[in-house]
């Protein structure tokens, strides 16, 4: 597992956007924490990042995702938006 990022006060948000979506983009799959506002609680979820999917900066200067969410079995189940993230954890493409 490589860990991603952990969002800090101090970090400026176009470079996490930047570095998240490379990482995103170069790994298999990750794990994404983040606050559920449907749900009202902290949810961690599986997923994968491809072209139609983005990171980028809410109107209310919030980090937000959109991503393909998996099930254990690496099935879709289809795009998910996340907000409020706590970190994302994730495993890198395999080297040849």
Known sequence: MVNF??????EDLKDVISTMSDALLNSRWFKITYFHKGLGEEVTRYGRFNDQCKVWETKKGELAVI???????????????ATQIEHIHGKRKAVH
């Open 67 to 81: 991503y393909e969410q998996v099930d254990d079995y690496g099935n879709t189940e289809g795009f998910r938006t």
């Open 5 to 10: 990022i952990n969002i800090g006060q101090d």
